[in-house]
């Protein structure tokens, strides 16, 4: 049974043209992350919400920003993608912060 | 340095072999340890938790060693479908208080 779904699992936009990616989870989790992930790089994490509380990383650039309408699902949005955010955008839970955390199969967005 | 630090490999071993992976971390006061695995293309999957006295899963064994900054990885008898990229997480090692992953180490296990 899935626990955190993530769509679309691919994603294929224009440069500029803004695009959302869309996260769920059954698992009725505190804590959801947004990670980006290039090839042969760590997950970068992006930002995450405990429950409505919005955290954003540092470096995080102001192109991203994110939406938590209930505690089920999150929302990434990338406003005008450039050809440096094609990667990986993975999804992820916990109950608590410093807890294990539980991945979506990930969305491969790619930007012509 | 790097808040978690992994030796990227590849570590290319025989079937049968013995292999085994650190991963250092920056901060002492570090408090949640993991090792996720992630294969190509796809999402990281919990491999095992790392608990201070160290923990053993089948073929798996993770250690902590708190005085050196370190945890480890051992895995004994690979498999061909061991082959994959290991993660190195720590948990409070940075001012946000959250995971960091290290950059991973990939295993290659040939016939």
């Known amino acids: 049974d899935a626990m955190v779904i993530q769509n679309p699992r691919y994603q294929v936009t224009q440069f500029g043209k803004p695009v959302t990616l869309s996260c769920s989870q059954t698992l009725n989790h505190n804590v959801m992350y947004w990670y980006q992930q290039k090839s042969s790089q760590a997950p970068k994490l992006l930002f995450h919400?405990?429950?409505?509380?919005?955290?954003n990383e540092a470096d995080t650039p102001d192109n991203f920003q994110s939406r938590r309408p209930n505690t089920s699902f999150c929302f990434l949005d990338i406003r005008s993608p450039g050809l440096g955010d094609a990667a990986m955008y993975l999804c992820?839970?916990?109950?608590?912060?410093?807890?294990?955390?539980?991945f979506g199969p990930g969305t491969r967005l790619l930007v012509l | 340095r790097k808040e978690v630090e992994q030796d990227p490999g590849p570590f290319n071993v025989p079937e049968g072999a013995t292999v085994a992976f650190n991963c250092t971390y920056s901060?002492?006061?570090?408090?949640?340890f993991f090792w996720y695995r992630q294969d190509c293309r796809k999402e990281p999957k919990l491999l095992m938790s790392v608990y201070s006295s160290g923990n053993e899963d089948g073929r798996f064994t993770a250690q902590l060693n708190r005085a050196s900054q370190y945890i480890s990885l051992l895995i004994r008898d690979s498999k061909l479908s061991d082959s994959a990229t290991y993660l190195c997480?720590?948990?409070?090692?940075?001012?946000?208080?959250?995971?960091?992953f290290g950059g991973g180490t990939r295993l290659m296990v040939k016939p």
């Open positions: 901060n002492s006061a570090s408090q949640s």
């Open positions: 997480v720590v948990g409070g090692n940075n001012a946000g208080n959250m995971l960091t």
């Open positions: 992820a839970t916990s109950r608590g912060a410093l807890e294990t955390q539980y």
């Open positions: 919400y405990y429950d409505k509380d919005f955290n």
